[in-house]
């Protein structure tokens, strides 16, 4: 079973950067796609980004795209978050996931390992 781990949350103040990273005990994240999706209090689990496999293809949320970059070194290295631009609406527990769909499936429920999450405050 793959599992997952991020880390890399935290407190930043509005306008700053935070990387997120996610480990995965199979080196490769076993040749699935990666995505991230972040939960704040009292809303659904949304779609952040995600990557493919060999880490040449993304695809990003609205909300993010051009503050938010998804990446990885190589096949065998975690997939990062690079998170700049940070807004107090970007608050969340954010999540990364696999699935073995293509990199524009934004519905948690077609990602099938989670990792625990990690948490990211935006102050004002």
């Known amino acids: 079973q793959v599992q997952l781990v991020e880390s890399g949350g935290g407190l930043v103040q509005a306008g700053g950067s935070l990387r997120l990273s996610c480990a995965c005990s199979?080196?490769?994240?076993?040749?699935?796609?990666i995505g991230w999706f972040r939960q704040a209090p009292g809303k659904e689990r949304e779609f952040v980004a995600a990557?493919?496999?060999?880490?040449?293809?993304?695809h990003y949320a609205d909300s993010v795209k051009g503050r938010f970059t998804v990446s990885r070194d190589n096949i065998k290295s975690p997939v990062y978050l690079q998170m700049n631009s940070l807004r107090p609406e970007d608050a969340a527990v954010y999540y990364c996931?696999?699935?073995?769909?293509?990199?524009?499936?934004?519905?948690?429920?077609?990602?099938?390992?989670w990792g625990q999450g990690t948490q990211v405050t935006v102050s004002s």
């Open positions: 996931a696999t699935t073995d769909r293509d990199i524009f499936t934004t519905t948690p429920n077609k990602y099938n390992f």
């Open positions: 199979e080196p490769t994240f076993s040749g699935l796609n």
């Open positions: 990557i493919g496999w060999s880490g040449r293809s993304t």
